[in-house]
């Protein structure tokens, strides 16, 4: 079972540590491909049990360095410099493999143990530059809702922290798994690590039909050999005006949505029924299995193949 550790200190931010509680300290299993969960552990700084999870199982930070993952939830302190000790913690954690994740400003606490330093991370847009400046050795993205820079990953605030973590169950046990939790957390759909932290005001008029009623329009029919055109049409704009209403609203350029939205449909084709990979790019969208295995690769560094024998939940011809 993968051991999740839910790193907890005196200027721990309650809002993202439930969160993390919710999706890793929640028995769902029913869940899983494989029958699988997570094995949370809240540390502290003398292993007493956190007020807010009277049920979790508590330890202290040496405990941090045995766990598969680690989570680092927000912190109210951006200038003090963190507990040594939690520091150490984290780096030795990363020394031996650990997945290491903060939600929010928790990068804040990720950078003051080197754990940045040469990377891309992102936390909430008022602190990104607070952060730049505090810590001129990471790459701060200001605009994205979370960063996945090898085993290294950080999110933006508040809802974001979700994202990230739905992510995290998308990795591990599959897409099936990740739309199943957000169905029962009653959230929003998937939301890819690159899209805008906020929605921006909109670049001129708003069409008739709107875009999201466009984009769920779009949604119900993957299968079709849609264009950006067509969704342009669909939006009552101009293609121009689409692709620049996409991506200060959602972050993402028409033909890049609809890549992402194929591609999940695909994992969940995949993960769900025995089509072929040949059927299942039919049906998503992508046209033949060649496209289908480019795209997929190019995304998730797997063949649908590999992804299948992972996620499958059911006997299926390769």
Same mark, same amino acid.
């Given at each position: 079972?993968?051991r999740v550790?839910i790193?907890?200190h005196?200027?721990t931010m309650?809002?993202?540590?439930a969160?993390?509680?919710e999706v890793f300290?929640?028995?769902?299993?029913?869940l899983s491909?494989?029958g699988?969960w997570?094995?949370?552990? &809240?540390?502290t700084?003398d292993?007493?049990?956190?007020?807010?999870?009277?049920?979790?199982?508590?330890?202290d930070?040496a405990?941090?360095?045995?766990a598969?993952?680690?989570?680092v939830?927000?912190t109210?302190?951006?200038?003090s410099?963190?507990?040594? #000790?939690?520091?150490?913690?984290l780096?030795d954690?990363?020394d031996r493999?650990?997945r290491i &994740?903060?939600?929010?400003?928790?990068a804040f606490?990720?950078?003051?143990a @080197?754990?940045l330093?040469?990377r891309?991370?992102?936390?909430h847009?008022m602190?990104?530059?607070q952060l730049?400046r505090?810590?001129?050795?990471?790459t701060?993205?200001?605009?994205v809702?979370?960063v #996945?820079?090898?085993r290294?990953?950080?999110s933006a605030?508040?809802?974001?922290?979700?994202?990230l973590?739905v992510?995290?169950v998308?990795t591990?046990?599959?897409?099936?798994a990740a739309?199943g939790l957000?169905r029962t957390? &009653? +959230?929003? +759909?998937?939301?890819?690590?690159?899209?805008?932290?906020f929605? #921006?005001?909109?670049? +001129?008029p708003?069409s008739p039909?709107?875009?999201?009623t466009?984009?769920?329009?779009a949604?119900?029919?993957? @299968?079709?050999?849609l264009t950006?055109e067509?969704l342009?049409?669909?939006?009552?704009?101009?293609s121009?005006?689409?692709a620049?209403?996409m991506q200060?609203?959602i972050?993402?350029r028409?033909?890049?949505?609809?890549?992402?939205?194929?591609?999940?449909v #695909?994992?969940?084709?995949l993960?769900?029924?025995?089509?072929?990979?040949? %059927?299942?790019?039919?049906r998503? +969208?992508l046209g033949s299995?060649?496209?289908?295995r480019?795209?997929?690769?190019r995304?998730?560094?797997v063949?649908?193949?590999?992804?299948?024998?992972?996620f499958? %939940?059911?006997?299926s011809?390769?």
């Amino acid at each position: 079972m993968h051991r999740v550790a839910i790193a907890v200190h005196e200027h721990t931010m309650l809002l993202e540590l439930a969160i993390a509680a919710e999706v890793f300290g929640v028995d769902r299993r029913e869940l899983s491909p494989d029958g699988s969960w997570y094995d949370l552990t &809240v540390c502290t700084p003398d292993g007493s049990p956190a007020p807010w999870l009277p049920g979790a199982t508590a330890r202290d930070l040496a405990a941090l360095p045995g766990a598969d993952t680690v989570v680092v939830p927000s912190t109210s302190d951006l200038e003090s410099p963190p507990d040594p #000790a939690l520091l150490s913690a984290l780096t030795d954690a990363h020394d031996r493999g650990a997945r290491i &994740v903060s939600l929010c400003t928790g990068a804040f606490v990720l950078a003051a143990a @080197g754990l940045l330093d040469g990377r891309a991370a992102t936390t909430h847009w008022m602190h990104a530059e607070q952060l730049a400046r505090l810590h001129p050795r990471v790459t701060v993205r200001a605009n994205v809702l979370y960063v #996945a820079d090898g085993r290294v990953l950080t999110s933006a605030g508040k809802t974001a922290a979700l994202d990230l973590c739905v992510h995290l169950v998308r990795t591990d046990h599959g897409a099936a798994a990740a739309n199943g939790l957000v169905r029962t957390l &009653v +959230g929003p +759909g998937h939301r890819p690590s690159g899209q805008a932290q906020f929605i #921006a005001p909109p670049s +001129g008029p708003r069409s008739p039909h709107g875009l999201a009623t466009a984009l769920e329009w779009a949604r119900a029919r993957l @299968g079709e050999p849609l264009t950006v055109e067509d969704l342009a049409r669909a939006a009552g704009l101009s293609s121009r005006h689409l692709a620049r209403r996409m991506q200060a609203e959602i972050g993402v350029r028409p033909l890049e949505w609809l890549h992402q939205q194929r591609l999940a449909v #695909a994992q969940e084709l995949l993960e769900r029924t025995d089509a072929t990979v040949e %059927q299942v790019a039919t049906r998503c +969208g992508l046209g033949s299995a060649t496209a289908l295995r480019r795209h997929f690769r190019r995304a998730l560094g797997v063949s649908p193949t590999v992804y299948r024998a992972t996620f499958g %939940q059911v006997g299926s011809p390769r």
